[in-house]
């Protein structure tokens, strides 16, 4: 065979091995959408636990809470897995008190589930007080610098989280998209009206608070300025209560409603609060709405787009 018939049957194999590949590959397919990933939460005395690890340690449950922007892990629960604490620093949160705990350097936290993502842990905390409110085993708080990765869709019958990517998620369904906005803190605020029988409704800035187990409150600046609550209304003295920052302290009663968005809730169980220091003191804020209320809506938290979107899942009065 001479070169001329050798490279004309190398180019007729090259043809035909080019041409049993176009035949054999499969065709070519557009890259699925990341899926979507499905936490299991226990709903425990209206609070969120999912299941976590701190570095390699056995499952911890941490609390949901978009009231908090942190993750932060129970003091004693980060002294048992000798977690690196650097110094002191006294923190806030509702009640007029504070907690001193300290930074944590060189922790990581993971979500069961979701073992490809690692969240820093911040701060470690004494929480013993808000587990015994539970009444369940609290190891800590996972807050709002780990939501916003994703659009957080809380579903409450199903008791899942579905996180979504928030780069492709679209929403189709039937429920209504609220504004929201992060304040330094980290606190989901959403604009929301209260409608009190005698007075104007007042409407503001209220934080979505899903590490609270209450319902309504109304900050205590609003209550003194509306003189509330009304002296003919039926109340009792708030007993019991604590956040991060101690005990509450306030009158319960009801209002007429609670207007977020297209929705009404009616005639919520309402906090009126004379805390004088402590979150509920805030003069920013007007109020803060907690599981009572929100349980009652399938919730996504769509931080990318500044939107909080609610659709029903129960009837309003709660």
């Given at each position: ?276 220091a402590g979150a509920f003191a805030s003069t920013e804020q007007q109020g803060n709405i907690g599981q009572r209320i929100l349980s009652k809506f399938t919730i996504f938290l769509d931080y990318a787009h500044d939107r909080i979107i609610l659709e029903p ?6």
């Amino acid at each position: 065979m001479n070169r001329k018939q050798l490279a004309g049957l190398c180019f007729i194999l090259a043809v035909s091995v080019a041409a049993f590949s176009r035949a054999v590959a499969p065709p070519a397919q557009k890259l699925a959408e990341p899926a979507t990933v499905v936490i299991p939460f226990e709903l425990v005395n209206r609070h969120i636990l999912i299941k976590v690890r701190i570095n390699n340690s056995d499952p911890l449950s941490f609390i949901l809470d978009t009231g908090d922007k942190f993750s932060i892990v129970n003091l004693a629960r980060a002294k048992a897995l000798g977690l690196n604490l650097q110094g002191e620093i006294n923190v806030g949160g509702a009640g007029a008190g504070t907690l001193r705990g300290s930074l944590v350097r060189d922790a990581t936290l993971t979500v069961l589930g979701l073992e490809g993502d690692k969240e820093p842990v911040v701060l470690a905390l004494p929480l013993d007080n808000i587990a015994s409110k539970l009444g369940h085993v609290g190891d800590g708080i996972i807050g709002s610098d780990f939501m916003k990765k994703f659009v957080v869709e809380i579903d409450y019958p199903a008791r899942v989280l579905r996180l979504h990517d928030k780069d492709k998620f679209v929403y189709s369904g039937s429920g209504d998209s609220i504004p929201v906005r992060l304040n330094s803190a980290g606190h989901a605020i959403i604009p929301a009206a209260a409608a009190i029988e005698g007075h104007a409704a007042i409407k503001g800035n209220f934080v979505v608070d899903i590490g609270s187990g209450g319902s309504l409150v109304l900050h205590n600046p609003v209550v003194e300025a509306e003189h509330l609550p009304n002296p003919d209304q039926k109340t009792i003295r708030a007993f019991g209560g604590a956040g991060t920052g101690g005990k509450i302290t306030g009158r319960i009663g009801r209002i007429a409603a609670l207007t977020i968005g297209k929705f009404r809730v009616e005639d919520p169980v309402t906090l009126f609060s004379s805390d004088k220091a402590g979150a509920f003191a805030s003069t920013e804020q007007q109020g803060n709405i907690g599981q009572r209320i929100l349980s009652k809506f399938t919730i996504f938290l769509d931080y990318a787009h500044d939107r909080i979107i609610l659709e029903p899942n129960a009837p309003s009065r709660i």
